[in-house]
């Protein structure tokens, strides 16, 4: 089914302030949405996840992936919206990123494209050559000698220094990245202008915005031993998926869309 994209919302994109307490009213709206059609959040989370895994493999098309994920993530947040007007979720919803403002998506996602992988270049610059001493004396199983085990100790002092200054590059990148791809396409602003917004709402919310990662953080410590025993680590963030990215869209409302309603556009396309 084709799922046609709503129309643009009205007012101010000043991002309000709100109380920290409501990084759980957030997570609390997520799970509510997720409960208005629980089988089809499931359906499209794993097929989404499933395509990922499988394209991610070729080079090329993990650039295109890349590119291509904001489109996929404005997707879900149109499909919460259908949900919180009273409609159905459906595929058609994974594509609805591509019929609104589809090339200012592209360059978000080339953003967070190129972000990571300076990210990552950084991390391998600081500590590159330690990651590789560890990966070795694991490897080879080497007899821990007193100068091996200081080696290995100061390999791994200089591993976490590097993860350390990736993670202090890697969250204003995410901050910026958060709201970016739906203020792009629920409220037409450009790709810098929505990079900005989206940096200073989690900059104005930090309280909330901690209380809500905790959580997360604290949701995937749980679901980690699952993800363990089938041996897809990565497997306790689909085990999220479907509270989380509905709070996105419960959070992202509650920050830059209270009292706001969506404007009607006169030449909206039709289902």
Known sequence: MRAPPSAPYSGSMEPRVVSAAHGWTWIVEGYQLFRKSPAVWL??????????????????????????????????????????????????????????????????????????????????????????????????????????????QAAARTVAQALLIGTAVSIPLLMALWYAPLLVYFNDLGPIAALKSSFLACVKNTGAMLLYGLVILLGMFIAMPFSAAIGQYDFALVLLAPVVVPSIYASYKDIFLAGTAPQERANSVAS
Not at 55 to 78: D, N, S
Not at 85 to 100: E, K, N, P, T
Not at 112 to 127: D, K, P, R, T
């Open 43 to 152: 359906a499209l989370l794993l097929l989404l996840f499933v395509s990922m895994k499988v394209l991610v493999r070729v080079p090329v098309l993990y650039i295109i992936v890349a590119l291509l994920m904001p489109h996929f993530i404005v997707g879900l947040m149109e499909g919460c919206r259908a949900l919180e007007r009273g409609a159905r979720l459906d595929v058609g919803h994974l594509l609805a990123g591509f019929r609104r403002n589809a090339a200012q998506l592209v360059t978000i996602g080339g953003v967070s494209l190129v972000g990571n992988v300076a990210v990552m270049m950084l991390v391998i610059e600081f500590g590159g050559e330690a990651m590789a001493t560890l990966a070795k004396m694991m490897t080879q199983g080497a007899h821990m000698t007193p100068q091996l085990t200081r080696e290995m």
